[in-house]
């Protein structure tokens, strides 16, 4: 029973850090931060340092709209999405 705990536990492990490689990857990071989970109080530090600092990957993306002109993707302004349609006249009975 207790080799059967150990192996779940292990499983569990390796999809967690899997998983934690996986986000901060595309998070803008190195995958190799994940590794800070095992240092006790630092790793909860970090991992709030992640959570509320701006990620590499929205620093690049600001750039790239910032050089496409600025308005990429903004409501009613060129480069973006097109006004709404009036609605229907009213039906007379």
Do not use: C, H
């Not at 709030?48 to 690049?60: G, H, M, N, R, T």
């Amino acid at each position: 029973m207790e080799a059967f705990i150990l192996l779940v536990y292990i499983a569990v492990l390796a999809i967690t850090i899997v998983a934690g490689v996986k986000i901060l990857t595309n998070a803008g990071y190195s995958g190799v931060w994940i590794l800070i989970i095992f240092v006790p109080i630092v790793g909860f530090i970090m991992a709030l340092v992640f959570a509320f600092s701006d990620w590499p990957i929205l620093q690049e993306l600001r750039q790239l709209r910032a050089s496409a002109g600025g308005s990429y993707g903004t409501y009613g302004s060129p480069g973006g999405y097109p006004p709404p349609a009036p609605p229907p006249p009213p039906v007379a009975q």
